[in-house]
C-alpha cells in the first residue's frame, strides 16, 4: 500500500488554442462534405465532437448515437439519432 504524496515522474502539458470549435454559418454545407468523405473510409463520427453539432449534443445524446452507430455496424440496424 502506497502512503503521502508520492513524486510526480512524468508529466505532459498540451495547450490547445481552439478546443472548442464554434459553428459558422457555413458548418452545415461543410459537414454534407466531410461526414459522407468520413463514412465512405467506415469512419463514424458522432456525439457533439464528433458531428459538430454543440447546440443539440448532451451527453445523453452522444451515447444513444454511439449505441446507434455499434447496432448499425453490427446488425445493420437503421441510427435513430442522425
Not at 515522474?9 to 459522407?36: K, M
Amino acid at each position: 500500500m502506497v502512503t503521502g504524496h508520492p513524486d510526480v515522474v512524468s508529466l505532459h502539458v498540451e495547450e490547445v488554442p481552439y478546443a472548442y470549435p464554434v459553428p459558422t454559418l457555413g458548418r452545415d454545407a461543410a459537414l454534407h462534405t466531410v461526414l459522407p468523405w468520413f463514412e465512405q473510409r467506415h469512419i463514424h463520427p458522432r456525439g457533439r465532437f464528433g458531428t459538430w453539432r454543440y447546440e443539440i449534443g448532451n451527453m445523453d445524446h452522444a451515447v444513444k448515437m454511439g449505441t446507434d452507430v455499434a447496432r448499425r455496424i453490427v446488425a445493420d440496424d437503421p441510427e435513430e439519432l442522425v
